[in-house]
């Protein structure tokens, strides 16, 4: 069997940035599964639908889950408290695949960002580069120049670091590096996926959208795609939530 | 314990939880958690003539114990259905039950042709699908045309022949009787409920669609009074389905008039749910001296 769900405890909760929750679970089964990119489904009290949830880490025997508040469910989610029990049904999806002696640079954009560290960690060589809209919403980038040779920091009011988006720096390291991995906001991914492209670098990228069963049964979470010059909708849930880019039709 | 097979036309269930069109795939999702076996039945993924793309996203919104969907009959269509999902899912030891949808009478004949000289075990007939432009519901809403398309198909079909009912018309009982009338062997009720969500901040709706069918807990009471309606004017058995999230609900559908029931929405949230219930009913046959789930089917003892 190779889905499952399991009640894992919240044993550390933190608001890293106003509205962003830094919860570490514990559960054995669930973290020794995990791979880099993948997510789990988080069943929400009173909700109807689990909310999906990117795995930011796996370390010191936890879990790591980031997630910003964007609707109810995060809301309620965000309320949970330390000692309190989630039921969670994971890992699930196809994550990045980061292979040996490959140096990598990893562009997250906002809350797109957790799903890229521990992918950053698994990598021999990687570069981070972090946008988010002001000082006030960055996340994790100590964790980032932990795991990373250099990061690169932007934001889109000036703020903090670069003023600008993430495609800047990109541009400028995109010939150092050997793949890219990202993770954001919809544009910027499609921006990233043409600066890989022009660079003739492998680009994987992690898409979200609304989602249901989690497992690929339900068909809703659907992502156009161009698999083998077949047109059609993938599932986020099953063949993403990673893909490469040259798949995703924007 | 007790007693929870079933029969519908014909037809031997194990229990009487069939999982619902649409929520489950083809099975192989759900196989991952538990042996399909568990189950007394799945309703396969609607199924057309040809391979479907279905709707742009967002397919899915959240809605007071509730969501809408509208995923637009996605599938690979009926002949790959036959040869690459068939041959795994006839031998998972449950009932398979094959849910077509077309555009045209010759759509669903031809399936219905097709299907007849394949290991389904049972057709559903999808005439109550909101999500599509064409077909689907158009032959559900009136008595006329439910009489209509069931009597096209019915000499295609020699399965066991379920009318799939659409809950978005004004006297379903009477849409029913039609199905009966010209010789389907069981019904099932209620499809989603057509439904609309839309942002507030953007104004858009939330679904690509515009609008979607509802489904889940929310449901549930429009779906034991549509059931319950039926049960009053049909003799074939009814699959009764329409937010059932617990064994409670369960028993309460089965009370209503169902033989058979369809759960849907509550394996998003609890992919267990069709193992709990059926224990759940267990339990409560046991605590009742009940010996057979059947006893239970019609037994409503309505306020006169």
């Known amino acids: ?36 990119g993948q997510f789990v489904h988080i069943l929400v009290p009173g909700k109807t639908l689990r909310r999906p949830i990117s795995i930011c880490d796996v370390e010191n025997g936890c879990m790591r889950l980031v997630f910003e508040i964007r609707g109810e469910g995060t809301d309620i989610l965000s309320q949970m408290k330390v000692g309190d029990d989630l039921d969670i049904l994971g890992p699930l999806g196809t994550g990045f695949k980061i292979e040996k002696g490959k140096k990598y640079a990893f562009v997250g954009g906002g809350i797109g ?20 809209r002001s000082s006030d919403a960055i996340i994790l980038k100590e964790d980032f120049e932990k795991a990373c040779s250099k990061v690169y920091l932007t934001t889109d009011d000036g703020s903090a670091g670069h003023h600008g988006f993430v495609t800047d720096p990109l541009s400028e390291i995109i010939g150092e590096v050997d793949e890219v991995c990202a993770c954001g906001p919809t544009p910027m991914l499609k921006a990233i996926a043409l600066i890989a492209q022009k660079n003739a670098k492998p680009c994987q990228i992690s898409m979200e959208e609304r989602m249901g069963c989690g497992v690929g049964a339900c068909l809703v979470c659907a992502c156009k795609t161009k698999i083998n010059n077949v047109e059609g909708y993938s599932h986020v849930c099953k063949a993403g939530p990673v893909f490469r880019a040259e798949e995703v039709v924007f | ?46 199924i057309t003539p040809k391979k479907r793309d279905g709707n742009p996203p967002p397919r899915i919104a959240e809605t007071p114990s509730g969501i809408l969907n509208a995923v637009g009959l996605q599938n690979p269509g009926v002949d790959y259905f036959i040869k690459e999902e068939l041959p795994r899912l006839s031998k998972q030891g449950t009932v398979i039950i094959a849910n077509v949808a077309g555009n045209t009478y010759e759509d669903y004949c031809e399936m219905a042709e097709k299907l007849s000289n394949s290991e ?79 942002d507030i901040n953007t104004r858009r709706p939330i679904i690509k669609n515009n609008t979607g069918g509802l489904s889940g807990a929310a449901i549930f009471p429009v779906a034991v009074r549509m059931v319950w309606q ?35 929405t509550v394996l998003f949230s609890d992919p267990y749910a069709p193992i709990k219930i059926n224990d759940g009913i267990n339990a409560f046959l046991e605590k009742n001296g009940i010996k057979s789930v059947s006893e239970l089917t019609g037994s409503i003892r309505i306020w006169e």
């Not at chain 2, 097979?5 to 958690?33: D, H």
């Not at chain 2, 158009?138 to 009597?151: L, P, R």
Request: aromatic share 6%; glycine share 8%.
């Open chain 2, 230 to 264: 039926v049960a009053n004017a049909v003799k074939i058995p009814i699959i009764g389905m329409g937010g059932i999230s617990t064994w409670k609900d369960a028993v309460e559908m089965l009370i209503a008039g169902a033989t058979a029931l369809q759960i849907g």
């Open chain 2, 1 to 46: 314990m007790a007693d929870l097979r079933v029969n519908v036309a014909g037809v031997k269930f194990q229990n009487p939880l069939i999982a619902a069109s649409g929520t489950f795939g083809f099975g192989e999702e759900y196989s991952e958690f538990y042996p399909l076996s568990k189950l007394g039945g799945i309703s396969c993924k609607g």
């Open chain 1, 113 to 132: 960002t957790p799903p890229l560290l521990y992918a950053a960690k698994q990598a021999d060589t990687a570069i981070a580069v972090l946008g988010f």
């Open chain 2, 120 to 198: 389904v075990d049972m057709i559903e007939l999808n005439i109550s699908c909101p999500n599509v432009k064409a077909g689907g519901v158009q032959f559900g809403t009136s008595c006329e045309s439910v009489a209509a398309i069931t009597k096209a198909v019915r000499p295609y079909c020699k399965k066991p022949l379920i009318v799939k009912l659409s809950p978005n018309v004004t006297d379903i009982a009477s849409i029913a009787k039609s199905a009966e009338s010209e010789g389907a062997d069981a019904v099932s009720l209620i499809n989603t409920i057509t439904g609309m969500r839309i």
């Open chain 1, 1 to 36: 069997m190779k889905y499952d769900t399991a009640l894992c405890r919240l044993v550390e909760k933190k608001e890293i940035a106003k509205g962003f929750f830094d919860f570490r679970v514990q559960n054995t089964d669930l973290m020794n599964n995990a791979l880099p």
